[in-house]
């Protein structure tokens, strides 16, 4: 059987009246299975906070002198103040007045600390972790005039109503490209100069010649007047927030169409 100490320094239980001087302590055993024990061991997942305290005059190396603490042994003591803010030590004995820890850390007089002790997750049958909290969804809010207001939709009196605003944002300038482009028997680009459009082009506006009796036909750079989008004289096509490279042709040569890009 293993024995242990509280320290590498072989500080035992004797050290602070546990067991008879000159023993030391051993760990434990619990049952892990049907057939099979295993050494005790605890779980530093889960802990709960059992009270705070504040160090007074007499602490040494391994001990804390706090009257009526609510230490026991097994907890942790996490510091809170002073250099040592952060650490944590197990308890491995207490009195009344005196907790005594597993590390020399003179702590010093008037250092805050908390007292956690460990505490095993409760679960459901398939393993979720119960909880007591029931996670209520938070209302919406906006900040009006500087004060956290709460959406509200008062049916009954719609006076009450404190809807979510909204507001408009000025719009941005953008430029304005015109063209009368000729097209004809033979593919062209629908753009105002006939080179590729803008990659932040925003509209393309399109519209035939209404003084004709020649059809016109829009899609890709593949188009012909056997499978184009039929435009009649005088139609007009508009496209907003769209990267297509559109091309026109027409049935008839020396035609007219009027371009307009925003971009």
Known sequence: MYKGYYSRNKYGASSYGDLPSGEVAYPTIEPARQEQDALSVMAHLFVREVGTDTSESGSTDWQIEATG??????????ITS??????????VHTSANVIYIADKLNIGNGITFQILR???????????????????????LYVLDGVDTEVEEDSATPANNRPLPVKQLPPTG???KNAAI??????????????????????????TEDTTVAKFYIGGSGITAQNGILLLPGATIEVENDAGDYY????????????????
């Open 69 to 78: 603490h609510a230490a026991l042994r097994g907890d942790v003591i996490r």
């Open 118 to 140: 460990h505490k095993r997750p409760l679960v459901q049958a398939d393993g979720t972790v119960v909880t007591s909290a029931v996670i209520s969804p938070s209302p919406l």
């Open 182 to 207: 000729s097209v004809g028997t033979s593919a062209v680009r629908l753009t105002t100069d006939g080179a590729a459009h803008s990659a932040g082009r925003k509209r393309l506006i399109a519209n």
């Open 174 to 176: 953008l430029t304005v």
């Open 82 to 91: 002073g250099t040592h803010s952060g650490r944590e030590i197990p308890v």
């Open 248 to 263: 026109i042709v027409s049935d008839t040569a020396v035609q007219t169409v009027y371009v307009t890009e925003q971009e």
